[in-house]
């Protein structure tokens, strides 16, 4: 296993939840912490170390978004009419490298950021190479010709694990997605609950 891979599911086993729905995850198998004291019985937690968990859960889901940008996306949605942790949701699954992934053009959020930094896709026929590139509704993404044939995303295409969801429309013929809408918390297929209140009460405070 390679230290990625094993960075990954650390995430999962430190979480508690399989947190993509992977079916190798550990997690399936081992459902405690990881390191020698990961079984140890755990207290209650606070209601501080609850918001923060549920921050990391949604944070670390999307791969490897910094602090920085997701704290810059959170002010965001703070900002913009409505609740804010449904905004926050819809600025997360608007960014490229979300698109790339829920199109199954990859097989994780991971590798959809590093797809699109080396150039991949195009988005409305010209090539976006920032992973946090805001899609808009409408917006045509697909990949280049010379991309649609790696094993990578004929590997992806074929994942019975998740499905495209409804506010995306897939045309996996011409390797080509858009970007029907924006969704709502209850749209996303998330594989675990997901708890952005929490998360705004986290930065909140």
């Known amino acids: 296993m390679t230290k990625r891979q094993e960075s990954k599911y650390k995430i999962d086993r430190r979480l508690g939840e399989n947190l993509w729905g ?5 997690l399936n198998a081992r459902a405690y912490g990881p390191g020698q004291h990961g079984q140890r019985r755990k207290g209650k937690t606070s209601d501080y170390g609850l918001q923060l968990r549920a921050k990391q859960k949604l944070k670390g889901y999307y791969g490897t978004i910094t602090e920085k940008s997701f ?4 002010n965001e949605a703070a900002r913009a009419r409505g609740d804010t942790g449904e905004n ?4 997360l699954e608007s960014r490229l490298a979300a ?3 829920r199109a199954k053009f990859v ?3 991971f590798t959809a950021r590093q797809f699109v930094s ?17 899609v808009k509704p409408g917006d045509k993404v697909e990949l280049r010709e010379k991309s649609r044939q790696l094993g990578i995303v004929l590997e992806a295409v074929q994942l019975a694990e998740r499905d495209v969801p409804e506010y995306i429309e897939v045309d996996h013929g011409k390797m080509s997605a858009t970007f029907v809408r924006v969704p709502a918390l209850s749209d996303v297929p998330y594989p675990v609950q997901m708890e952005p209140n929490l998360v705004v009460e ?4």
């Open 88 to 91: 926050l949701i819809g600025l």
């Open 202 to 205: 986290f930065y909140s405070r």
């Open 22 to 26: 992977r079916p190798k995850s550990p």
């Open 71 to 74: 704290k810059k996306l959170y």
């Open 99 to 101: 698109i790339v992934y």
């Open 107 to 109: 097989p994780t959020p």
């Open 118 to 134: 080396h150039g991949h896709v195009l988005v409305n026929g010209k090539r976006v190479t920032i992973p946090s590139y805001q």
